[in-house]
């Protein structure tokens, strides 16, 4: 049984509930409550390692802390890269932190870059290649998306996730959200990064050379086998995962995303040519957006309508600071939200 020395929530009820049961169960495990004492946890002196996998903006301010003390930080938020790239990395370069990522495609890239890397150039990196499973609609167009129901969106065909990030994979903008990811991880431009849709998701990403050589990482798909990779990395260890079987396997299949069916896609490409906050009210805006289509307050296909609406409405600012990040974060949401109330009525 896993009995960690704390536990905590961000939800003063919910933490009463869990210290009642954890009392009942005779557990020692202290719970904290709120954003602070998260902070507080994955920035104290005892921890050496910090697995950041909190979804959405929610994961920022306790993913930079960590960063900040020092930590090795294991990268599942990606949203903390699009909100506060530069600050973030800035601060990895300061503290001197050994940052490495979780999500499948950019531990695939890792893997698959030589080991002093420091970006494209001197890497000899022509491009890297994300691929995509191409998530429930692969092949539909938009009409056919029109009335998709949530439990249809959240139905992955290869991946088994939350909600939010399964809605994100099956509008594409999970894969927006890793161009940029990639751009601040591995110091290389948006235009260098290429997206291929790969239904078996096997081969979870590659690194195309100047000299043409081609590296990909291949694995079943299942999350255990990168997070065993970070938690052991510099070294190796078991992750329970199965071995990989070509034979039975037979073939690998690859094709071009069509934006034209999957907008999230191109905003986010258009977003990396924006710059300044342009990700940050992206992202806002696509919290909201997917938030309200899981409350069924509005269809699929609005949104990534929503998330445009709030890129056109906006301009477009450098964040100097964390609380430029967080006001610009704010002010987006605000303004989604009111876009979903129209759309409502």
Request: hydrophobic share 45%; with cysteine.
């Amino acid at each position: 049984t896993h009995r960690p020395r704390y536990a905590v929530v961000i939800d003063a009820q919910i933490a009463d509930q869990l210290r009642a049961l954890l009392e009942a169960s005779n557990c020692l495990t202290q719970v904290l409550c709120g954003e602070q004492a998260l902070i507080d946890i994955a920035s104290d002196s005892e921890v050496d390692t910090v697995m950041a996998a909190i979804v959405g903006g929610a994961g920022l301010r306790s993913t930079l802390a960590a960063v900040q003390s020092g930590k090795k930080v294991l990268l599942a938020n990606k949203e903390a890269l699009v909100m506060a790239g530069a600050l973030f990395m800035d601060a990895v370069a300061h503290s001197g932190t050994t940052l490495l990522p979780i999500d499948s495609e950019h531990n695939a890239i890792f893997q698959c870059l030589p080991q002093a890397y420091s970006n494209a150039d001197r890497g000899g990196v022509s491009k890297l290649i994300l691929s995509a499973s191409g998530g429930p609609f692969r092949g539909w167009d938009l009409p056919q998306m029109a009335p998709v129901t949530p439990p249809q969106a959240c139905a992955h065909p290869k991946w088994d996730m939350g909600a939010k990030i399964s809605v994100d994979s099956a509008t594409l903008m999970n894969k927006g959200l890793e161009i940029i990811e990639a751009q601040w991880l591995f110091k290389i431009p948006a235009s260098q990064i290429d997206v291929v849709v790969h239904p078996q998701s096997v081969v979870h990403s590659m690194v195309q050379f100047v000299d043409g050589s081609v590296l990909a990482q291949l694995g079943n798909p299942d999350m255990r086998t990168p997070i065993a990779h970070a938690l052991a990395w510099p070294e190796r260890m078991s992750s329970g995962v199965g071995d990989l079987d070509f034979v039975a396997l037979s073939r690998l299949d690859f094709e071009d995303p069509v934006i034209d069916n999957f907008p999230c896609l191109g905003l986010a490409y258009g977003v990396t040519e924006a710059g300044k906050d342009a990700a940050i009210v992206m992202n806002a805006a696509n919290e909201v957006a997917v938030q309200a289509f899981l409350d069924l307050r509005i269809g699929f296909t609005q949104i990534a309508d929503v998330v445009e609406y709030a890129l056109n409405a906006s301009c477009f600012n450098e964040p100097q600071s964390l609380a430029d990040v967080e006001h610009t974060d704010k002010r987006a949401r605000a303004m989604t939200s009111h876009r979903v109330t129209q759309l409502e009525r």
